[in-house]
């Protein structure tokens, strides 16, 4: 890793702007980056039933974004090295506004995704310019502060997602998801262009092209076979893929050791440091138990008790209300005493809050039962954000900074893309098997002669390929020619069919982030306490 110097005599110093005016600006641009990660998910229902897709795609329209965002920040970050953090800033949210735009105009499944993996190379060069512009315009002592807001804004970014989504969606449609975007965009550059210092470095650094190749090939082939999976029976050459995808992310591992002398794509001797190490495992672990949690929950919602996108973002909203209400008491009992307890409690009662909304899905349910859950899990996730940074970051060389912080970023994609992914796995895999049973109990209800089409409609379903999880849909489609004197008969018996099926799978489909939270929640009581220096 190299050393930053000062910039150069003939480009502007940082100190030639006020450094919470940069900030501003900055987090403009990220908390529109971090949006995305979750608005998409409120707007699954309707997704589906306007673009006819099915829920493999859906999968891949919720994760085309994070898997590249994920992949290339790192990349992004080099790239800043080597032409100016704010070259890139401007050029990544260039990208990434007419990417919204694209994606708005999308006319089946396929554009969206193609045009939401384009954001997601406007995020990822976007994002890390954030973190090495604050590391430079802020001096040490307010450096702590910066960052805390910085984490703030992530978290308060993605839990914001569900509800503002839920009001556009609403009000305008899904396309609008995606056109809120451009103003923002438009404002945010125009910022950029006249507040935002224009750094250069006197040492430029190589891009690890190897290492950049390798890594997100890695990460891709492992998603990709997390996704494609369940609606291809973990076929062989799925397994191959996601077994080529973990021997691709050990040899990038082994390329990035033997190239730690040169300009390697990730320092390695960041993590020398337990605490750095440890809160990247803990911040991806976040990242997998939020998008986790998510998608099961807003399918449940709009697809299962019928509310409409609003109605389902506003059951989300008190989660985030919750979070961001707690997130500054957090910061200052972390500066006060160091973080490890803080973040501890928050990880235990963001697991617990998940707890009780497992728990409150059912079909006849209290929403004050699911709304507690959530405000239990929002309290928790809103202690989590300044005690990690400040634990990650405190022990960090200078010399490093950057770098470590661009790493604890792409741990929090990393750990999101596994999240939607794993637990899209188990959803689909959990629905193709509980489907064709709650068809054939159902089925009993309906006169003899649609009886045995009706079951071969969910089997066919149950493959995942075909199965369609949108506003008022049932699973499968049904055929068009049911006479119109017992179709209502038949919707009926379907919807009890979907519903009984679908309940049982969201509920084993939680445990899953539920347990990888509690493991975060362990794994924090490895991290060494501040000493009294550290704390002053």
Partial sequence: MDTPVAASPETETPTSRSPWLVLTVLCLGFFMILLDTTIVNIAVPDLTTDLDANLDQVLWIVNAYTLVYAGLLITGGRLGDLYGQKRLFMIGLVVFTLASAACGLAQSPGQLVATRALQGIGGALL???????????????????????????????????????????????????????LPIGIVTLVLALR???????????????????LGS??????????????????????????A??????GLFLWQQYANRERDPLIPLGVFADRNFAVMNGVVAAISFGMLGLFLPLVIFLQSVLNLTALQAGLVLAPMSLASVAMAPVAGRIADRYGGKDILIIGLVLWAFGVGLVLYSARLYYDRSEIITGLVVAGIGLGMTFAPLQSIAMRRVQPRMAGAAAGLINTSRQI???????AVGAVLQAQLAYRLPISARENAIALPQSFRNRFIEGFEKAASAKGLQVGTGQTGARLPADIPSSVRPGVLQVAEKTFYEAYIPTMRVTLILPLVVLALAALAVFLVKRPTDHEQT
């Fill in 217 to 242: 090939a890695g990460l891709f082939l492992i998603c990709f076979g997390l996704i494609e999976g369940p609606p291809l029976a973990w076929s062989p050459w799925i397994l191959a893929a996601i």
């Fill in 195 to 213: 507040i935002l210092p224009d750094l250069r470095f006197n040492r430029k650094v190589r891009l690890d092209w190897l290492g950049t190749v």
């Fill in 127 to 181: 994002t890390p310019q954030t973190l090495a512009i604050i590391t430079i315009t802020f001096p040490p002592e307010r450096r702590g502060s910066a960052y805390g807001i910085w984490g703030a804004v992530a978290g308060i970014a993605t839990l914001a997602g569900p509800t503002l989504g839920g009001a556009l969606v609403t009000a305008w449609g899904w396309r609008w998801i995606f056109y809120v975007n």
């Fill in 244 to 249: 080529g995808g973990v021997g691709l992310v």
């Fill in 415 to 421: 750990g999101a893309v596994i999240g939607s992914a």
